[in-house]
């Protein structure tokens, strides 16, 4: 490794062995964010950890109390199946850290398939769930001091706890709503499956027995974007809870959220069983109207541009329960290490086909980092995302101000981030703050952007990476987030738009009303405003305007043929009315995403699609891998076309480049006009 300073004596870099002579690697004695976080007004403290579960790396973050002696049991949290997994995060996390500032250890984790986990969605299954809580538990013991571990989960996830704890021969268990028959899993899966179709396509028939039938025909049903396998689907309807529990732990704890006041007869009949095999098995039922909403989505509009988590009053409840039951256990639960077989390590609870597996896995063309930010009293959680080579650039993924952990949902974040290292792209994904893991209170505004979180993120990332030419994607709130950031943050130079809605960036569709003017805009954003009222029936953010003027923009849009075209033209005519010294060199487009109804980013196949055209764009609009040559006072970046930037923003451009609208209908099918700069006409 050699180090490398530029004339003027700043900044000193790495140059990796390996990369092209004088290749900026990364600033020396500077490390990206830290895996530790103390909440010192909450109690507890937390540690980002990335171990090998289920033969390959993924993320888990160990919840510890901040200065008490931990209990002797620790936890670990089982999450749930499916789309489910997501919308129950926001408890598990509540949970952890409430045990926690009650004295225990937990951890949480994302089982293999899941949120940052390495394997993708076909490595999800029944006996993948219960395998990765058990080699969790072994991580947690490793990790820290607690003589025995018991498992806890939600739904699905504690079906999986049960499962897993009977298996290890745990001392202790508790269930939330747990699923006994897979047989009664899978009817809600394939009514939300007849769901999508009725919200994507309006197919008045579907229901239940034509998404069997679809399922058994192409092997894959879209369950809300998630994509539910025959394979996966038949696993889940054959599981019974009552075949998977060889041993019975010492204690368990049922805990049933209803509006009824008396038990489930399936859980009464699991009680019975366990109670006959040895365990110690009590019940209790958490009585409220709102139990209904347990694993649905709970963050709702109330007033246009704000959303509220509705499910605080019934999180507060079942999180309270379980932290009650988790002491009362504690006291009673016996130290099993003198009992249990020796541990052979975590390859002991896979097959030979996964150990196999997970032998070949040990290459991977991606590297991650989970780390946590300090933003004003709060943490932040992150992901950095780099190639195996120098990255040639930063994109910044942002999501919706809806509650989407940093993955989003059904993990598009994380297979971009995945994809874009492909191409010599590093990415960073964050959780907004009170979401995911991060720290403070949840609250979306639509007038108010997660501004300065993401470039409090963003600037973490470039101090460990060193000066990279970034890129933004935004859906919904988060494309608001990306045109404010890239209009006042100067290392920005392309900004990628996915299904922008009515509000974050298309204000108004049909009659235009008259907008406010932003003071700080200028002049540009003035006169765009005024032609687009005048011209078009679509009325876009100001934020858009003025990004025109500064960096690349891509619109990924659906829905209708009519706002489609709409929207195109009002593009049009909005980069008309920008000077062409204003927008000199930059490139604005419109692709169409194949969406269906008012589904949005659900489909399979726009997930897919959106993934492809946002690497695609990337890859032509950063530059390619620079050489650095260092010359007297100044560090001139070389690229490969031969053109020269400084080092601050190596885009290599010509000094009159052609801007180019290009509309993609289709099959890579472009329609469109060129302007060559100083000229407003378009072709």
Known sequence: MTEVRDGGGGRAYRLSPGLPTGGIHQPLGR???????????????????????????????????????????????????????????????????????????????????????????????????????????DVLREE???????????????????????????????????????????????????????????DADADEAAALARLESTGELDVQGFPLTTELAEEVRAFRLDFE???????????????????????????ARLQRDGSVADTSILGRPDAWMLGQPRYHSIVRGRKADRQTE????????????????????????????????????????????????????????????????????????????????????????????????????????????????????????????????????????????????????????????????????????AFALAASYPPCTSVVSLLPAVGPVVIHRGRTPTAPVSPWLGAAWQRANRVVERLDRVHFAPELAHALCRVDVLLLEGGGRVNRSREKNALRRLLQAIPAAESEGRRAE?????????????????QRAAIEATVRWFDETMPARPTVDISGRQAWVMLEDGHRGRRTRPRGWPERRPLRISIQDGQDRFKGATRTAGSNALD
Not at 148 to 177: E, K, N, S, W, Y
């Open 31 to 137: 490390s990206f964010g830290s895996p530790f976080m103390e909440c010192s007004s909450g109690g507890y403290s937390e540690r980002l950890l990335q171990p090998v579960i289920g033969g390959a790396p993924t993320v888990g973050v160990i919840s510890s109390p901040d200065r008490a002696r931990p209990r002797r049991t620790g936890w670990v949290i089982c999450h749930s199946f499916g789309m489910e997994e997501g919308f129950l995060q926001p408890l598990e996390v509540e949970i952890a850290r409430r045990l926690a500032a009650a004295g225990a250890v937990v951890m949480r984790f994302h089982g293999q398939g899941y949120g940052d986990s390495h394997l993708p969605f076909d490595a999800i299954s029944v006996r993948g769930h219960i395998r990765d809580a058990l080699e969790a538990a």
């Open 144 to 202: 820290t001091a607690c003589a025995a571990v018991g498992f806890l989960g939600i739904r699905f996830g504690g079906t999986v706890a049960l499962a897993a704890a009977a298996q290890r021969g745990g001392p202790a268990a508790i269930a939330v709503d747990p699923i006994v028959r897979g047989q009664s899993y899978l009817e809600p899966l394939l009514r939300a499956a007849v769901t999508t179709e009725l919200t994507q396509d309006g």
């Open 245 to 271: 529990m060889p041993h019975a732990p010492d204690h368990v704890s049922i805990i049933q959220a209803g509006r009824g006041p008396t038990l489930r007869p399936e859980i009464v009949e699991l009680t």
């Open 314 to 481: 019934l999180s507060d409840a079942v999180a309270a329960e379980v932290v009650r039951v988790a002491a009362s256990l504690d006291r009673t639960t016996r130290d099993p290490s003198g009992s249990l077989p020796p541990r052979r390590g975590r390859e002991a609870n896979r097959t030979d086909d996964e150990q196999r597996a997970a032998e070949g896995r040990s290459e991977s063309a991606w590297r991650e980092l989970a780390r946590f930010i300090p933003f004003e009293n709060d943490h932040l959680a992150a992901v950095l995302t780099t190639p195996t080579s120098r990255p040639r650039g930063l994109v910044l993924l942002l999501q919706g101000g809806g509650g989407a952990p940093r993955s989003h949902r059904r993990r598009l974040w994380t297979r971009t981030a995945r994809a874009l290292a492909g191409h010599g792209i590093a990415t960073i994904r964050m959780d907004y703050r009170g979401v995911g893991d991060s720290t403070g209170v949840f609250a979306f505004e639509l007038a108010r952007p997660p501004l300065e979180e993401a470039r409090t993120v963003l600037d973490e990332a470039l101090r460990a990476l060193g000066d990279l030419p970034v890129g933004i994607v935004g859906n919904c709130v988060g494309a608001s987030t």
């Open 590 to 606: 419109v692709w169409s995403l194949p969406t269906r109804g008012r589904a949005g980013i659900r489909p399979i196949e726009t």
